[in-house]
């Protein structure tokens, strides 16, 4: 049975959208990962769109939703964005690793370059960690 990683924020249209691409098209043999909100928004963010397809990953088909209990329970790991505020359950939970990251929702497209680049990143070091 394959382990998944979970990727929480607040509206599921930029960060969390990102880390699943990003660790579903790098993923080691035996994991996938998943994302939610816990404020679902309408639709993934479209600057967000746009500078995944910059790395070849197409998001547009991706649709926000949110956090349901059944995902925080069978989770393998929990990672929020940023979002360790009040409306974030993951907060109490042991599993969970928070990255901190600047929300997308309001910036530059250059802006949200950064952010990508930053998860990407940060999925590629999870990616190797789970393979050790």
Do not use: Y
Request: proline share 5%; hydrophobic share 40%; glycine share 6%.
């Amino acid at each position: 049975m394959k382990k998944f990683v979970l990727f929480v924020c607040v509206g599921n249209s930029g960060r969390s959208q990102m880390a699943e691409a990003f660790f579903n098209a790098k993923a080691p043999e035996g994991f996938f990962a998943i994302s939610a909100g816990t404020k679902p928004e309408k639709e993934v963010n479209p600057k967000v769109i746009e500078v995944m397809r910059e790395k070849g990953i197409d998001i547009s088909s991706n649709k926000p939703k949110g956090v349901e209990e059944w995902m925080f329970r069978d989770a393998f790991k929990i990672i929020i964005m940023g979002c360790g505020d009040d409306s974030c359950p993951a907060v109490f939970l042991k599993k969970v690793e928070d990255w901190h990251l600047e929300d997308p929702k309001g910036k530059s497209i250059e802006e949200i370059r950064k952010i990508r680049d930053e998860i990407e990143n940060r999925v590629e070091n999870l990616i190797r960690s789970l393979s050790q």
